[in-house]
């Protein structure tokens, strides 16, 4: 039985298994369900589909719950969460958890390779060069192969038990893999850092400040606080990586040199970064770095510089550790992206849907090679939780591609502070009173304030909404700010004279925009609606509403409770469409588009038909766009059946929040999983 290559996906039923054939099957699913997770994950090179996965993953789990005497605490299927924990355990490291001597000069990195070269008698030294990941430090233990236990490193000496939330990272094998014709070694201590790629990291924040909750600092601070966790099934869920770069400790096996032990890493499945190099000369050191900085911006994942290691084991024994730091290692920093400066003041920034966000005016300050003079402070609770105010001194940082921000404000006791920030009651551009949702405030004025009309524009032309080629940041900044437009309907009356005149325009590419904004006269009406901006309206949203009343007119006269009849659409989406259209300025705007020769293509009249016919959908766990009543009831009007408990009939259990021991059941059963997206499109691209 062997699930690595072309694995079978037909299964005998489990109440006709002995526990025997159970126990075998349960071994090679777990040796080929880790495998396929180390040619994904490590490799990048996945030999199955993601749906034969699933499918060898959920007969995995389906086996385990049948015959629980199976179960085992490294089989990959935890790799979904264990139950929460109430603390986290101490546990002693194998062999402590040494820090690195480091500094931002030359002068002190030539200095550690005279040191190194001094210390052991011989200039033919070999260094291995790797990036110094800005991430969180963990030890990993493998006994025969096999997952152990992981922990943090803590005081060097001792660390706290993250097992169960290490397991849950991808990347992470449960089991190694054994390289050909050579055994695991019985006992493995592995150093590695856990990251947050800088992506994940700026998703998560946008999601956790969506959510009322402090963003994270940096991914650094993400991956730390994430590790920490008790509940980690709060862990599985998150998008963390792990790579590793040092042995702790190896029994059973010797290794001459840290290149030799970065070329076996892989061959376990443990993953390591592609950047790390060799080399022999402090010149090579110097060009390496220089590398590695300038493309600093271009790694998925945050790294603050580069770790020089002396690649022979046996010199390094020699040269042993200095206090907490060993001799033969030595890490040549990257200038911080972290720096103190001025806040001269907070202002009010209105973005393209009217979200007022406070921005922090620094006084200008380079912060790890670029220039940085405002910062985002996110809302009002952000900016009271770190108390900053006009003339604080503050630390700011630039945690990758992400928007700069105010991490602290630096006390200075004595000093006479500035006045509280608070929002404003009005509008800073347009001086129209704002609202208020939650955490946020928005100005309501829409399409006639000039803060959101460049967003506007933007997005009125963007590829998805009205497509008109060429209309980009800087010439709509200019077309506000020359007051040429000063409402999207303004785009169709310029002229190519209007166009010529703007900043770095030539006849043809002024030719060019006027004829790609008079194309975009003709437009299908979801485009159209989506084009207009509305919040809480998105593509999908604005199909749903194009394809429910079908023509422009008869939108702007829906109602609200017209709007909520539709499946998908709720009372926040419905509220906020209803108003736009209420707005005598958007109606105005509106005509105004119209009379410029623009026609809205109605929506020609949806097909019907049960697409759902004969499909049993199960729900479990809290949906976000529907209810329960609402799901059922679109299933059951394209003649699909919601049934409240999993059987052999079930074609789908979708899963939303917190799902139940329905999805368990699912699970056992090989029942299709899928989650509200999914669901959404079933029903919404084939609606009816
Ligand atoms: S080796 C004894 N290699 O940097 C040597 N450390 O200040 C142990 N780090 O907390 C460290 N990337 O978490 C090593 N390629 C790398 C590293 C690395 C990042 C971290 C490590 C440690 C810190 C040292």
């Known amino acids: 039985m062997d699930f690595k290559k072309n694995p079978r996906t037909t299964f005998k039923a489990v109440n006709k298994m002995t526990l025997k054939e159970a126990r075998a099957e349960v071994e090679a699913l777990r040796e080929g369900v880790e495998y396929h997770n180390y040619l994904y994950y490590v490799k990048v090179q996945p030999a199955i589909s993601d749906a034969v996965f699933d499918k060898l993953f959920r007969r995995l789990q389906e086996l385990e719950e049948a015959f629980p005497e199976l179960e085992s605490p490294t089989s990959p299927t935890r790799k979904v969460g264990a139950p929460p924990l ?21 002068a002190e990195a030539e200095e550690f390779d005279r040191f190194i070269r001094r210390n052991t008698g011989t200039d033919a030294i070999a260094y291995v060069l790797e990036p110094k990941f800005d991430g969180f430090s963990v030890e990993v233990v493998y006994r025969n192969g096999v997952f152990e236990y992981g922990a943090t490193r803590g005081d060097g000496e001792t660390g706290e038990d993250i097992s169960e939330n290490l397991k849950t990272i991808r990347p992470l094998l449960l089991r190694l893999q054994e390289p050909k014709a050579e055994k695991l070694p019985g006992f493995l201590a592995v150093r590695g850092e856990v990251i947050m790629s800088k992506k994940a990291f700026q998703k998560l924040n946008k999601e956790r400040v969506e959510r009322g909750e402090a963003p994270f600092a940096n991914p650094r601070n993400a991956a730390a606080g994430i590790m920490r966790q008790l509940d980690s099934k709060k862990v599985a869920d998150k998008p963390l990586d792990i790579f590793f770069y040092e042995i702790l400790k190896v029994e059973g096996m010797e290794f001459e040199t840290h290149w030799q032990e970065l070329q076996k890493f892989p061959q376990w499945g443990l993953k390591t970064d592609a950047h790390n190099s060799r080399c022999s000369s402090f010149t090579e050191i110097k060009a390496y770095r220089e590398k590695l900085a300038a493309g600093r911006e271009d790694f998925d994942y945050e790294i603050d510089g580069v770790v020089i290691k002396l690649d022979d084991l046996r010199l390094r024994e020699r040269l042993g550790t200095r206090e907490r730091s060993p001799r033969w290692a030595f890490a040549w920093k990257f200038p911080p992206k972290k720096e103190v400066t001025t806040l001269e003041d907070i202002v009010v920034q209105v973005g393209r849907t009217g979200m007022l966000t406070p921005v922090a005016l620094l006084e200008p300050v380079d912060v790890g090679g670029v220039t940085v003079s405002r910062a985002t402070l996110h809302n009002e609770d952000e900016v009271r939780k770190k108390d900053v105010r006009p003339g604080d001194k ?102 190519v004279a209007d166009i010529l005149d703007l900043e770095g325009f030539a006849e043809k590419s002024a030719q060019n925009l006027y004829q790609a904004i008079q194309s975009a ?28 009343f079908r023509s422009l007119d008869r939108l702007t006269r829906a109602s609200r409770e017209d709007m909520e009849k539709i499946h998908g659409i709720g009372t926040e989406i419905a509220q906020s469409v209803e108003s736009f259209f209420a707005q005598e300025e958007n109606r105005r705007v509106l005509e105004k588009i119209v009379r410029a020769g623009v026609r809205v293509e109605d929506m020609p009249v949806r097909r019907e038909g049960l697409i759902l016919k004969g499909k049993t959908f199960v729900f479990t766990g809290e949906l976000e766009n529907y209810t329960r009543e609402k799901a059922k009831e679109i299933v059951e009007s394209l003649g699909g059946r919601a049934s409240s408990s999993v059987s052999g009939a079930t074609d789908y259990v979708v899963a939303g929040r917190n799902p139940g021991s329905k999805l368990e059941e699912a699970k056992k059963r090989g029942v299709a999983v899928i989650d509200e997206a999914e669901f959404s499109k079933i029903i919404g691209q084939k609606k009816r």
Not at 96 to 106: I, W
Not at 431 to 450: I, K, N
Not at 521 to 548: N, P
């Open 521 to 548: 006269k003709q437009a299908r009406l979801d485009r159209f609606v989506y084009a207009l901006g509305i919040r809480h309206v998105g593509e999908h949203v604005a199909r749903l509403l194009a394809e429910e």
């Open 86 to 106: 109430d603390r986290l355990t101490k546990v002693k490291h194998t062999s402590p958890m040494l820090s690195l001597n480091s500094a931002l000069g030359e």
């Open 394 to 495: 503050v630390r700011v940082a630039r945690a990758g591609d992400v928007i700069p921000e105010v991490v602290e404000r630096i006390d200075e006791p004595g000093r006479r502070r500035g006045k509280e920030f608070s929002m404003p009651k009005k509008c800073p551009v347009c001086g129209t009173e704002v609202m208020r949702e939650g955490a946020y405030y928005f100005c309501p004025a829409g399409l006639s304030c000039p803060a959101q009309l460049i967003g506007h524009i933007l997005h009125y032309a963007c590829r998805n909404a009205l497509n008109i080629e060429g209309l980009g940041d800087q010439i709509a900044r200019q077309m506000v700010e020359r007051e040429m437009v000063k409402d999207v309907a303004d785009l169709y009356t310029l002229t």
